[in-house]
C-alpha cells in the first residue's frame, strides 16, 4: 500500500457481514479508517487523546447545568413565510433549480422538533481540532456530501464573498439597504425577519425576489441573528439573476464553528463547577 496511504488506512483480515445482515460472516482483508477502536468498551486512537480527556459532566443532565443554550437558527416555522414561499414559488422555481437552492427553501416550509439534549450530547464527543464526533466505537463527522443531500445546500459555484459585477445589481443592493432603513431606526438597528417580510412579501416590488431570498439566507444562519444583514444582499442579487453560489462550503464551517464553541462552553463549565 502506497505510504501516503497507510498512515491513515489500515488493512487487515477479518470477519466481514453483508450490510443486510442476511449472510454468514466471510474472512477476507479489510480496509479501516484510522484511528480505530480496539474494541466497543476500548478507547480511540491516542492521537486524539487530548480531546477525548477534556473535563465533562460525570452524567449527562444538561437541565441542571448552570447553562442556556440558545439555538437562535432553529426556529419555528411562521405561516407568513410559508405563504410567501407558496406565492413566489409558480414564478420562480425554475431559477430555484438552476442555481440548487429549491430544495433547501422548500425544507423551510417544514418544522423540525428540536432536541436540545441531544444537540449538547453531540457537542460533548466533539473534537475541535479534528471537526469529528469521537464515539466509543469509533470517530464521524458531518461532511459536504450531508450537506448538500440533507440539507439541499449546493456545494459548486462562485464563492459567498462574490461581487456584484454590474451597475443593475449594484443599483439593486441600494435599493434593499434603503428598504432597510427605516425598520431600522424603529427598531435600534435591527431589521426583524418579520418587519422585513411584512415590507416584501406580496407587494410586487421589483426587487421582491432578492428580498425573499435574503430572508432566507437570513433564516438558514447566514446572519448571526434574526435579523436581516445587508452582508446577505450580494448573496441574494446572485441567486436571483441565476448565478450559482457555493453556500454548502459556509454552512458547514459555521456548523463546526457552532459545535466547537458549545464543546468548549461545556468543558468550561465543567471546570468552573468541579471547583464550587
Known amino acids: 500500500m502506497d505510504e501516503s496511504l497507510s498512515s491513515i488506512m489500515e488493512v487487515r483480515e477479518d470477519f466481514m457481514v453483508s450490510p443486510d445482515g442476511d449472510s454468514k460472516p466471510t474472512l477476507r482483508s479489510a480496509y479501516f479508517q ?14 486524539l487523546s487530548t480531546s477525548m480527556n ?22 419555528s416555522r411562521k405561516r407568513k413565510w410559508v405563504e410567501w414561499v407558496d406565492a413566489l414559488r409558480d ?32 457537542a460533548e464527543k466533539w473534537c475541535p481540532q479534528t471537526n469529528t464526533i469521537l464515539f466509543p466505537w469509533g470517530e464521524a463527522t458531518i461532511t459536504l456530501e450531508d450537506v448538500m443531500v440533507l440539507g439541499g445546500y449546493p ?9 456584484l459585477q454590474s ?9 434593499l439597504i434603503l428598504a ?17 417580510m411584512d415590507i416584501f412579501r406580496n407587494s410586487g416590488s421589483e426587487i421582491e425576489h432578492e428580498a425573499f431570498l435574503a430572508t432566507w439566507l437570513t433564516m438558514v444562519g447566514f446572519s448571526p441573528n434574526d435579523c436581516v ?3 446577505v444582499f450580494p448573496i441574494a442579487i446572485h441567486l436571483a439573476r441565476g448565478n450559482p453560489i457555493a453556500l454548502g462550503p ?11 464553541l458549545l464543546k468548549e462552553t461545556v468543558v468550561d463549565l465543567t471546570k468552573k463547577t468541579s471547583t464550587w
Open 229 to 231: 444583514n445587508q452582508l
Open 167 to 175: 451597475q443593475e445589481m449594484i443599483e439593486v443592493q441600494e435599493k
Open 180 to 196: 432597510r432603513k427605516e425598520p431600522w431606526k424603529r427598531n435600534k438597528g435591527n431589521v426583524s425577519l418579520s418587519a422585513w
Open 250 to 260: 459556509t454552512v458547514l464551517a459555521s456548523i463546526y464553528q457552532d459545535l466547537s
Open 34 to 47: 484510522k484511528p480505530l477502536a480496539k474494541s466497543l468498551e476500548g478507547s480511540i486512537s491516542e492521537v
Open 91 to 122: 414564478r420562480y422555481e425554475s431559477v430555484w433549480k438552476k442555481v440548487g437552492i429549491f430544495e433547501a427553501i422548500m425544507s423551510t416550509k417544514c418544522s423540525l422538533v428540536k432536541d436540545r439534549n441531544l444537540c449538547i450530547g453531540v
Open 155 to 163: 456545494v459548486v459555484g462562485d464563492p459567498i464573498f462574490t461581487t
Open 54 to 75: 477534556m473535563p465533562l459532566p460525570p452524567v449527562f443532565e444538561p437541565k441542571k447545568w448552570p447553562l442556556i443554550v440558545h439555538f437562535s437558527w432553529w426556529r
